[in-house]
């Protein structure tokens, strides 16, 4: 042996890089985030490191496994939840009304041998799985009217997605975790215009309904000043109503001949009789 | 171990010895250095000097050879040893650096023997087992990302409860709460929380009004938000810990701008009109108030004497009211009193010239 070493050292180095390299590549190691299908001359024969929801992580299957050289051959496939994003789509609603509904999944590979065998790659799945949910939002969403459409987790109407997608998605080894509307957006154009223009004039209404109210509001607070005014001279005047109209004339007259101090009032002449009651003294006491 | 170091130093023969074994180990094989003195470089250098310079060189080649020719016993012993604590030296760094890890306070390290997850290193320093065997991922549990949704500068529209559309943008804080959940169980946790924070924004702006969503509901829609984000994520055990959601921007949209800006000019306008009839009716009862209290007042001097208050006030009255006036008094009965009128629009006419003067 060692006599073999010395005489070819390059064959001898290059058979131990060799040997260790199959030996290494005998015992995988398999990461907790990975499955992995064993397929001996292209049958699938042992599946490692398989999802189970009940097992926490650090009892999985994960860590070292072995493999036959050159005769299995490993297959990863992704432990972990992944995600299929859909592109914005029209749904029509049972209304007639038209709306972009931008939807993912959220899916974890359960069957990881039912997977390779339907898909090969997660890359084919994905397209598969992106089909379907296409399909299925389409479908589910198009059966409601276009107000459940904009919340349709109130309705449980996602929980239907969800389920029919799963029915779908099982056959590939796949589990649904969660489907879930991104956005829902009014299509460019006419819709949104619309939108637009109901919204501005649902404002003019608003604040041509604001105006109106403080007009009233105005109004209602002028005429209680006007009956509390009312209210207090009666309470006032009310005592002794012959003397008020004395009063007030008394007012009136300083008012209307010689002007309340900001105005001055138009000249007037005064034509006295002597028999006005102020002049009763001017003639002469009669008794 | 020694055996390995014996081949790690024929290894190194090998790349020493450019011909190797292959080729005839005649004297044609010397490097053509030897023969021409000057060198391939064609410097000025002696044949003497360049001789000598070449020597050493020529002498570990022809030891080289020698080791792979079986020159007998263990070749190159001195070498041996000096790869030998190279190679030892190599695996106490190796181990030092693989098994001793020293976790800072924000950290986390999360552990896998062969792959499978083993446990968590917490702050401070760690051992584990070397590096083939045990990984550690360091994961960052204390300090809060942020991610930014729907930016300020472009629109992003959302529908509300009522179909209208918003202009929102916000921001989600969160970290890591569990690192070995974080680390194994989701794929791009990152875009993970940026759709879930879009689907629970709209999921719950679509259920309020636009008003609610633009004015003081927004505390309430954050914490809403936040809540089912936790929800969906925890149920897609993710590890993540969502610290809160905030709206930074919450407007309507460029195009419909201005009509609610006259939303806001009719309210201030409805107020000012409330404001000058509360100013009114302000004055007003103060002016009732002042006139009620000015009668009361002189009224309850009139009740002590009745007569004489009355005869006085009407006196002054008049007195006040006369002096100012033209009067003329017509004494004897049935005379027909002579109205001068075309004096009086003089004297008018006289006043308004003087006003405008």
Redesign the interface.
Known sequence: MTAF???R??LS?VFALFVLIVLLSSFP?????KQAVVVRFGKPERILNRYEAARP??S?G???SYRIPFVDQIVWI??????V?MEPQPVLSTDQRRLMVDA?A?YRIVDPLLMYIRSTTEENLRTQLQTILRSEVRNELGRQPF?AL??P??QGVMDDVRKSLNVQASKFGVEI??V???????PDGTPLQS??E???????Q???S??A???K??????A???A???K??A???G??PQ??D??RA?QS??AT??GDGTSKPA????????QND??KEFTGRTK | MSTIAGWAGRVRGLFTDTKGPWGPSGSSDEPPSDDHGGGPWGGPASRGTGGRSVAPLDDLLRRGRMRFRGGGGLPGRPNGSLILWAVIGFFAIWLIFTSIHSISPGERGVVTRFGRYSYTLGPGVGLTLPSPVDRVKKVDVESIRTVDLGSQSSEDLMLTGDQNLIDIAYSVRWNVRTPELYSFQLADPDEAIRQVAESAMRAVIAQVSLQDAMGDKRSEIEAQVADRMQRVLTGYRSGIEIQGVAIQQADPPDEVNDAFKEVTAAQQDAKSYVNQANAYALQLTAKAQGEAAAFDKVYEQYRLAPEVTRRRMYYETMEQVLSKVDKTIVEAPGVTPYLPLPEVKKQQQQQQQEAQQ
């Open positions: 070493i010395r005489q050292p390059i180095a190691t398999i990461p907790e985030t992580i650090g999985t994960a860590g070292l992704d432990k972990r939840v992944l995600a994003d993912f959220r107000a904009l919340s987790e109130r975790v969660d879930r509307i991104k956005k829902t957006d009014l939108a637009f109901s919204m501005r004039t649902a404002r003019l608003e604040a041509r604001i105006r109210q403080g007009l509001q105005a109004q209602i607070i002028r209680q000043a006007d509390d005014a009312a207090t001279y309470a006032s005047f005592k002794d003397f008020y004395f009063y008394m007259y300083q001949f010689i000249p007037t002449n005064i034509i006295l009789s002597p102020y002049l």
